[in-house]
């Protein structure tokens, strides 16, 4: 290996804030993509990089009470499902949903263990705020993930008051289900835990990007667990809105994809990406963490390059990819753009998986429909 390809597999430069003609800031950073059989097609820095997924573990969180059987019992709906899947923003409907499942589970709200932050949605914490009142732990962000891991504790018989317990029988059940689809060993996976108190995992981005490229083509996979991944993805899919919310990048990435992703950020700068139309996975690591700023000019770049998502496409998400720097007077003084080309491991491979996504087949997700 050359030290040209040594030096590039460092955290690479990703995204630069510009204001007038020069570059004030840089946030370093490093992408994985990767197809569902564990190859590498592309990179940019580091594809081993370690760190935390946060947020981005979400989908595998949820994923057990799917495959369980947990969500039938129960009777979850798509719209509960990717509220569980969720880093939602507070919205009325997300509380609707969230508090839906806890009635389902003969739970209320003091059973969540998430803790209290104003929500995400400016409105709603308007609302709060006009009304007097303080937020609850159904607005934190993560509330419908752990309602889904309430559903688990219910499903199975279990207790629910030591549910985020990195022992508990739940915990245990979601570590082995991401090592699985990362073909880590769970006794590798590094384990902390969240701002919401859950366990959360560290892995390499390569093996992060595997998950997700497993999400996005789970047809190798045995049952019941290939049938719970479709069912996971297609809600995500179907109701983009429960997994975000107006105006995050989650929400608009999935809805001018119309079907052809799904995806999930985290905190500290981190993203997930399920390319469906080319089975692959993507993950995203911004160094610094700063997320809010550089994670949408690096997620959508990276698309881009792959031809994932189209010029009108990306043009649709340009307050993502090339958000403005404005001054306290609201002038626009500057951008946040990308500024990374992908390494592609293998060109033919790649080939491959571009043929894919512009094949109009869907494989078995052709039935997921976009709801408003």
């Not at 990767?34 to 590498?40: E, I, K, P, R």
């Not at 509960?80 to 806890?102: D, K, T």
């Not at 022992?167 to 082995?176: A, G, K, M, S």
């Amino acid at each position: 290996m050359s030290d040209e390809r040594q030096i590039s597999r460092y955290p690479t430069p990703l995204v630069e804030v510009n204001r007038g003609s020069y570059a004030e800031a840089v946030h370093y950073g490093a992408i994985a993509v990767v197809d569902a059989q564990g190859s590498l097609v592309a990179h940019a820095g580091d594809p081993d990089l370690v760190t935390y997924l946060r947020s981005s573990a979400k989908p595998f969180q949820l994923l057990p009470l799917v495959e369980s059987g947990g969500a039938d019992r129960f009777g979850f709906n798509d719209k509960e499902l990717a509220v569980m899947a969720a880093s939602h923003s507070g919205e009325p409907r997300h509380l609707e949903a969230v508090r839906g499942i806890l009635e389902k589970i003969g739970l209320d709200e003091s059973a969540l263990q998430c803790g209290v932050h104003w929500p995400l949605s400016e409105e709603s914490a308007r609302v709060l705020r006009e009304a007097g009142r303080e937020p609850a732990p159904i607005y934190n962000n993560c509330s419908g993930k752990h309602t889904g891991m309430l559903a688990q504790c219910a499903a199975r018989g279990l207790s629910t008051h030591d549910y985020l317990d990195p022992r508990h029988p739940i915990q245990v059940t979601i570590l082995e289900t991401l090592a699985a689809l990362c073909h880590v060993d769970s006794g590798a996976i590094g384990v902390g835990i969240d701002g919401c108190s859950a366990p959360c995992f560290a892995i390499p981005l390569r093996a992060c990007a595997l998950a997700f490229a497993c999400l996005a083509d789970p047809f190798g996979l045995p049952e019941p667990r290939r049938s719970a991944i479709q069912r996971v993805v297609r809600a995500m899919m179907a109701y983009p809105e429960m997994v975000g919310g107006e105006g995050r990048l989650d929400t608009d990435l999935m809805r001018a994809a119309q079907g052809r992703l799904m995806c999930k950020g985290g905190a500290e700068g981190y993203h997930g990406i399920g390319v469906v139309k080319g089975g692959l996975g993507i993950a995203i690591k911004i160094v610094d963490g700063n997320g809010q700023r550089a994670g949408g000019p690096a997620a959508i770049e990276a698309l881009r390059q792959m031809g994932i998502l189209d010029g009108g496409e990306v043009e649709l998400l340009r307050k993502h990819y090339r958000p403005a720097v404005r001054n306290h007077r609201g002038l626009e003084v500057g951008e946040v753009r990308p500024v990374f080309e992908l390494v592609y491991e293998s060109r033919e491979l790649f080939t491959v998986h571009r043929l894919l996504m512009t094949d109009n087949g869907l494989g078995d997700y052709s039935t997921c429909q976009m709801r408003s």
